[in-house]
């Protein structure tokens, strides 16, 4: 018995240990651009840098809201006894003329659309975003994905860095949401994932593969914007919309990203411009209204 034991845990450890160690360099070299990986996924983003939008006399950075993007992550039934499983989300960010071929090119390579709408509302040219999903072979994936983004301008190279001259002071936001985020540039940005377990199609979904609320500040001057969406259970919408609404934080748009969540999410966008200590204690009032990790 102690023998099949130590055998058991040995198989586990091997399989943790491949899963933990995938070699993602094929994806890279289809899109030609290197990806991270955060509790296995492996994320390759798109910022439309071909795009000026603009929002009254703000003009939006790609990667406050203009950011296409696509995770993999291996089925639970993989083994070293069977072939690549994997499964693919992402959402793609189109202006209008965009959309229709990019939805006939999804089905054409037997990809799932499982949401389009607006995140943004009063943005110039106006924007839509696509999400989808599919399932099969890692690289037959990736062709199939990368196909789509070729029907749209999106630019599949990384754009060439600009020096950032002023490192911005974020200590006073940072402060009030209780934790430090990611800068980049004129943004700070946060990602918090939900206490719960949640899975797509029964699979069990990591938050880095879209599952986390998304809080972007852009900062220009002495004020900043803010967008992205809350991850929200049914009886958590309402009293986030109450309190971003009170708060002066308008909410732009609520809708579901996927198909066969268990429990089933609503997304809840945001957006808004002014002081960002402000607006950082509206987010913070609205996130406390969910049951997310802080």
């Not at 018995?1 to 491949?18: D, E, G, N, P, T």
């Not at 001057?221 to 934080?249: C, H, M, Q, W, Y």
Request: hydrophobic share 40%; net charge neutral; with cysteine.
């Amino acid at each position: 018995m102690k023998r099949i034991i130590v055998s058991f845990f040995a198989v586990v450890s091997i399989l943790y240990c491949s899963a933990q160690q995938t070699d993602w360099s094929g994806v890279e070299n289809v899109f030609g651009k290197k990806g991270s990986v955060k509790d296995g996924v492996f994320k390759i983003t798109f910022p439309r840098t071909d795009l000026k939008v603009i929002i009254g006399d703000f003009t939006v950075d790609p990667g406050l809201a203009l950011t296409s993007w696509v995770g993999f992550v291996k089925m639970p039934d993989n083994s070293m006894m069977m072939d690549d499983n994997t499964m693919a989300m992402g959402d793609i960010v189109m202006l209008d003329n965009e959309v229709a071929p990019v939805i006939a090119k999804l089905v054409s390579v037997n990809l799932n659309v499982t949401a389009l709408h607006n995140h943004l509302v009063g943005e110039s040219p106006s924007i839509k975003y696509l999400h989808f999903s599919g399932k099969g072979s890692t690289m037959k994936l990736a062709e199939a994905i990368k196909s789509v983004f070729s029907v749209t301008g999106t630019p599949l190279t990384a754009p060439q860095a600009q020096n950032q001259t002023t490192k911005l002071d974020w200590s006073k936001v940072e402060a009030i949401l209780g934790t430090t985020g990611k800068q980049n540039g004129k943004l700070l940005q946060y990602g918090f994932p939900r206490n719960e377990k949640l899975t797509e199609s029964g699979m069990e979904m990591p938050s880095y593969i879209g599952m986390a609320t998304g809080i972007n500040f852009q900062m220009d001057g002495d004020r900043a914007a803010i967008t992205g969406d809350f991850v929200l259970l049914a009886d958590e919408v309402n009293p986030v919309v109450k309190t971003l609404t009170e708060s002066g934080i308008a909410v732009t748009a609520i809708h579901n990203h996927m198909l066969y969540d268990n429990p089933r999410l609503f997304m809840c966008h945001f957006w808004a411009i002014g002081d960002p200590e402000k607006l950082a204690k509206g987010l913070k009032a609205a996130l406390d209204k969910t049951n997310s990790k802080k």
